[in-house]
């Protein structure tokens, strides 16, 4: 159901489901989603019997990884995909030997983070004009 992208196709596969989500359904500018960062970030796509479903972006900076840009399409919410989603880009941050994860979620969604065991830190924000909250999680050290 989710890999990791490797081509153009993939890639606009992403930008197709991003496009629907972030600036269709929830308004935002092209130039906040389309930010300059996505050819440094690596990208993960979810389908469905070949369709595009849900997608994000991962960046790595320092002992850190960001995982930005989760989204998946309003028919398949509710379905489990969002937290199949989580899991695979997290898997995909462990095989790339981080243990440290952080997010921006936006504030409506940090319930669904906070079961996945993320913790809030900070004060509420605005990004792209949507109230969000920063967010980590951290493996537990080796024994």
Request: aromatic share 10%; with cysteine.
């Amino acid at each position: 159901m989710f890999k990791r992208v490797h081509t153009l196709d993939g890639l606009l596969q992403v930008f197709m489901v991003r496009a629907i989500v972030f600036m269709e359904e929830q308004g935002i500018a092209h130039a906040d989603e389309m930010d300059g960062n996505d050819l440094a970030a690596v990208h993960v796509i979810g389908e469905i019997d070949g369709e595009p479903v849900a997608c994000g972006r991962i960046r790595y900076q320092g002992d850190r990884a960001f995982l930005q840009r989760l989204a998946v399409r309003r028919a398949w919410r509710g379905r489990g995909v969002g937290a199949k989603l989580l899991q695979f880009m997290l898997d995909q941050c462990r095989k790339d030997g981080f243990s440290r994860f952080e997010l921006h979620a936006q504030t409506r969604a940090t319930g669904f983070y906070r079961r996945h065991g993320f913790t809030a830190c900070g004060e509420e924000f605005e990004e792209a004009g949507i109230p969000h909250v920063h967010m980590w999680l951290r493996d537990p050290a080796p024994q």
